[in-house]
């Protein structure tokens, strides 16, 4: 049974995600896809399962149309974090079409977030157009709520290419964490129940559900991502054969923390002097710079009881301690 959403609690979650998919900021990583064809431009529904390993930066881990010949306005992303950690879940370039923005704000690295965001300009209520549910609860608090006009046509989701990930040509605005069950549903406004339920037992515990099992029409350009398959880590599993084609993602970027099975990483929030965490926190770079004194880097699940196994590997230096420490020590 495993640690799900970082909640430190050991819960039978039924349906186990096997699989991530790792994203190193600073390797420009991303999965690209040019569609054959337009899909539906008004309705569609995007779903995510993350777990982010570094805040304060902007961060692009949902879909993104890149810019055509066209410029300007020509352009749109779906889940977004800026440098202020809010979630912006629609935006296009001068926000003249849509601009929705969360007041909340996200920055734990310890926990895994299923991010369902659902755009429906068909529908008569402005703020119906575009909404987004955060382990399986509404958000309804923005700091900005721009909604697009009734029946507006994006330039999402057409035949140009798209990336998830990264946006612009896919050097900029890089996602850095762990990424599952990656669904995107062309034609469809859906809400959170088709990804996910509340645990019986722990009624605050958001866990995913089978969405093989959901009777789900993904439409045209609709996808299904698993990251199971560490050759093809694009690999769409929905049946309608929309691969996406990785870039800077190896198969060694294949990764067993998912949000059925939460590892414990380094904690990248604790201010550490001279010390650089990458590969989604898996490693830290403890600089000569201030040798002198001493550095202790945490993990980002604390405990006072309990029995727990980790692993480390040091890849140079000296002196290490590898163990148990109060908080307070660094």
């Known amino acids: 049974m495993p640690l799900i959403l970082g909640t430190n609690s050991i819960k039978d979650?039924?349906?186990?995600?096997?699989?991530?998919?790792?994203?190193?900021?600073?390797?420009?990583?991303?999965?690209?896809?040019?569609?054959?064809?337009?899909?539906?431009?008004?309705?569609?529904?995007?779903?995510?399962?993350?777990?982010?390993?570094?805040?304060?930066?902007?961060?692009?881990?949902?879909?993104?149309?890149?810019?055509?010949?066209?410029?300007?306005?020509?352009?749109?992303?779906?889940?977004y974090f800026d440098s202020n950690d809010r979630l912006y879940l629609a935006r296009n370039q001068s926000a003249t079409e849509v601009e929705v923005i969360t007041t909340r704000k996200f920055r734990d690295v310890s926990a895994w977030l299923n991010i369902v965001i659902a755009v429906d300009t068909t529908q008569g209520t402005a703020s119906n157009r575009v909404k987004c549910w955060v382990?399986?609860?509404?958000?309804?608090?923005?700091?900005?709520?721009?909604?697009?006009?009734?029946n507006q046509q994006f330039d999402f989701n057409v035949a140009q290419q798209h990336y998830i990930g990264a946006n612009y040509n896919g050097t900029s605005a890089n996602y850095d964490g762990y990424m599952a069950e990656f669904v995107f549903v062309d034609g469809t406004a859906l809400d959170h129940t088709s990804f996910g339920e509340f645990d019986s037992n722990s009624p605050n515990i958001w866990k995913p559900i089978d969405v093989a099992d959901q009777s789900i029409t993904f439409g045209t350009n609709g996808f299904y991502l698993d990251f199971e398959d560490s050759s093809a880590l694009g690999n769409d599993i929905s049946g309608q054969n929309n691969d996406w084609t990785p870039t800077n993602l190896a198969s060694t970027d294949q990764s067993t923390d998912t949000c059925t099975n939460n590892f414990c990483t380094f904690n990248s929030l604790v201010n550490v002097p001279y010390s650089t965490y990458s590969e989604a926190n898996l490693f830290v770079d403890v600089t000569s710079t201030g040798s002198s004194s001493h550095k202790t880097n945490y993990g980002n699940i604390a405990f006072n009881s309990g029995k727990y196994y980790w692993e480390a590997k040091a890849l140079g230096g000296s002196k290490y301690t590898i163990g148990l420490s109060n908080a307070n020590n660094q």
């Open 13 to 79: 979650t039924a349906f186990e995600v096997a699989n991530s998919l790792r994203f190193n900021e600073s390797d420009d990583p991303r999965l690209g896809k040019s569609f054959s064809s337009a899909g539906n431009r008004r309705t569609f529904t995007q779903s995510v399962w993350i777990k982010r390993s570094k805040i304060g930066v902007a961060s692009n881990f949902g879909m993104y149309k890149n810019e055509g010949s066209g410029g300007g306005n020509n352009y749109l992303f779906v889940g």
């Open 135 to 150: 382990n399986g609860v509404q958000e309804t608090s923005f700091d900005s709520s721009i909604y697009p006009s009734q």
